[in-house]
C-alpha cells in the first residue's frame, strides 16, 4: 500500500520501501505500482512522471533531438503538424530542415527511416512535407534551375532529368492549405539527380 512507502519501517522487508528520496513522486508512483506514468497526466508538480526522458515521445509526435542528432535541443515532444510548417519550433531548427521536409518518391509513399528523415531517393516525383503529410509537389511555371537546386539541397552533385507531368489523381493545392488562396492549375515533377 502508498501508506507503507517511507513510513520508517521495513514493510518490504528489503528496505526497497524506505529508500532514499522518500519525497520523491517518481520514486512513490514506482513503489506503489502506479498507472499514472507516462499516461499524459502530470501527477507530480513537476511533471517529472511525463518526462521525454522517461517516456519517450507519442507516434504522433516528435522529438527535436532525434531531428538534429544534438541532446540539447528544445527538450519537448512536438505534434506532428509541427514539422515542416514553416515556423521553427526546435532550438536547432531541425524540423524545417530541407532533408526532412523535400524528397523524391513515389506517387502513393513515402519511405522514411525512425528519425522521419525520407529515403534518399535519387529520383522521383518531387515531394513536399507541410504540417507533418507528405504531399506531391505541384506547381506552374517550372524551370530547369529549380531541379538543380532541388537536387543540390537533397546532397546530390547535379540534376539529370526535370519532367513537369500532369497530375495523375488528385494533388493537395499546398498553397491553399498554407494561405487559403486558390493555387492554378499546376504540374507535378519527375527529378533524376545524379551523385
Known sequence: PNDSFCDVKDDCGDGSDEKE???D???KMRFSGSKGICDGIEDCPNGEDETVELCGCPTD???CSDLSNQANDTNICQP??????????CQSGADEDFKYCIS???KTDMMENTGLEPAGNNFGIMKVRFKGVW???CM???KEYMGVAVCSVLGFNSLSVAIPQSPNGEVTDIGYLATGIKSPPCSTIYLVCQD
Open 61 to 63: 509526435h516528435f522529438h
Open 80 to 89: 506532428m503538424e509541427r514539422l515542416c510548417d514553416g515556423r521553427k519550433h
Open 104 to 106: 523524391l518518391g513515389s
Open 140 to 142: 506552374t511555371g517550372w
Open 25 to 27: 513522486c517518481l520514486a
Open 21 to 23: 528520496g522518500c519525497n
Open 135 to 137: 504531399y506531391q509537389y
